[in-house]
């Protein structure tokens, strides 16, 4: 049986103030959660900060990104050994602001999926469709080659360790969400994907979330679907009473 798992990518939002006092209230609420894995990814500037916030509770530590190289002249990134070092767990790579907006490729997120694993940490994995891409019958081979481009060269054991996060693109920060039957058919066959590669063990074993505009009133509709093990929540995840309302609906199911 699949555990959810909802994770707030934070973005770029929030001081480092900010950051702990939006940390401090998803520890206290989430006290009593026991079954869902709840994850949150501040900015790097605030990532420290706020893991000393979440070291003993319900709270696991993500970052956005991270470069696949160990160190050097690679202005602006950030290692995995820095962010093993303050106890980061969840590493968001292929993000489609990402991919959109930095060049972020197939290739690149296939390195850096595996730089996190190499360093025993987690990937969520970001794949989804442009609305173009949907509209244009395309979503599979779009799916197929995001799938197939970040597993390259990944083994069955280290590919029980990722999330894949599936967002449509058309879908982030819009608050146009998709139709629960939209998600599950999507993830349904992202799914069959992880199968094609690895065997229907490790496909029924691995966790893939829904992300785009969910909230806390489409959130258990969501949830409720098959092949849907949680959320990667963008301006829900940005107030603490929202971010627990999702966190509750997984909860209860
Ligand atoms: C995201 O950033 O991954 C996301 C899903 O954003 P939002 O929930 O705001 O659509």
Redesign the pocket.
């Known amino acids: 049986m699949r555990s959810y798992i909802i994770a707030g990518?934070w973005?770029m939002n929030k001081t480092v103030a900010e950051s702990v006092a939006l940390a401090e209230e998803i520890v206290a609420k989430t006290k009593g959660i026991s079954k869902t894995e709840v994850v949150i990814a501040p900015t790097y500037l605030a990532a420290a900060k706020v893991a000393d916030v979440v070291k003993g509770s319900n709270v696991k530590l993500a970052v956005q990104d991270i470069h696949w190289q160990d160190q050097g002249a690679y202005t602006g990134k950030v290692s995995i050994d820095m962010a093993k070092e303050i106890g980061v767990e969840y590493v968001?790579i292929g993000?489609?602001?990402q991919r959109q907006y930095f060049h972020e490729t197939d290739e690149t997120v296939n390195l850096k999926a595996k730089k996190v694993l190499s360093a025993g940490l987690k990937p969520i994995i970001?794949i989804g469709e442009t609305l173009d891409e949907r509209n244009g019958g395309k979503l599979e081979s779009v799916l197929t080659a995001q799938v197939k481009g970040a597993y390259k060269d990944i083994s069955a054991e280290d590919a029980l360790k990722t999330v894949i996060?599936y967002?449509p693109v058309w879908?982030?920060?819009?608050?146009v969400v998709a139709t629960d039957d939209q998600a599950q058919e999507a993830q349904k066959y992202v799914r069959s994907l992880v199968a094609q590669l690895y065997g229907e063990s490790v496909a029924e074993a691995l966790r893939i979330q829904y992300?785009?505009?969910?909230?806390p009133t489409n959130a258990s509709g969501l949830l409720a679907q098959k092949d849907i093990d949680g959320?990667?929540?963008?301006?829900?995840?940005l107030k603490s009473d929202s971010f627990f309302s999702i966190i509750s609906a997984a909860e209860e199911k």
């Open positions: 990518n973005k968001i993000h489609s602001e970001c996060a967002e879908a982030i920060g819009t608050g992300g785009g505009s969910m909230n959320g990667l929540i963008g301006g829900a995840a």
